[in-house]
């Protein structure tokens, strides 16, 4: 069974957190897997502040610089979700070796159903750092071309490094007229589209309030594309006209859970 799941990006920005971080609630809060996520991308750290975290002694920096043990370093979310930040400052980056990544998350496979690894755009030493040390891999983008053209030669990249990729996550689709279609991309790229996420506001507002959005506004249209590939993560169907008829089986779950 797959246990790491890598995250990445040939440009910056496109949403790679985002996802990560949706991810990782929905996951433990609705599907009640044991979930951490890791911010690999230690140069630009920014998975711990999408949850509203802007101080936690230690950091996935000190763990790879002293070789402490990463549960020190798990931080738990009241969804459930485990989340080990990197490091806000730059000093922080003294003496950390990234390539260590792959040995210090280690111990996290036995205790987690999923490890998810918010990795760093392009393919510098920190993206491949972050490449080595999961089992798969998702990639994420928007639907324009220049863009497809990284997804080329990641593909090849991870051909190279014999990982394979699940797929594309094309994200802020915005229905502009340059934009490809999911089957243009999937000829281009030789990938499957798994999700097609529209470009949605309150994604970027959730930012402001530091909750992933699916907390905040479950019924946005974002939102809804987040549970659909959770669903597909852990091999369940998910029924169209879904996220009510979810969030309202998952508390009638509950009720019986806890009366049991
Ligand atoms: N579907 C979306 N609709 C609207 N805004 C979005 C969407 N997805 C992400 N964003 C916004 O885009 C910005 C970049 O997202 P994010 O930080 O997740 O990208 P990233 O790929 O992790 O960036 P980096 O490469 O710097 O790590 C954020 O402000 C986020 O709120
Ligand atoms: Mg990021």
Redesign the pocket.
Known sequence: MTKVIGVTSGKGGVG??TIVSNLGVILSKYFNKNVTIVDC?VT?S?LALYFGMYYFPVTINKVIREGINIEEAMYKHYTGVNIVPASLSLSGLRGVDVIKIKDVIQPLREKNDLIIL?GSPGMGRESMAMLHACDKVLFVTNPIMSSMIDVVRFREVLNELNKEALGLIINMRQGMKNEMGNDEIEKFTEMDVISSIPYDKNVYKSLTVGSPVFLSRPDTRASKEFLKVAHWLVGEEYQEGGILNFLQKFSIKNIFQNLS
């Open positions: 790679k957190t991308n630009n920014h918010d």
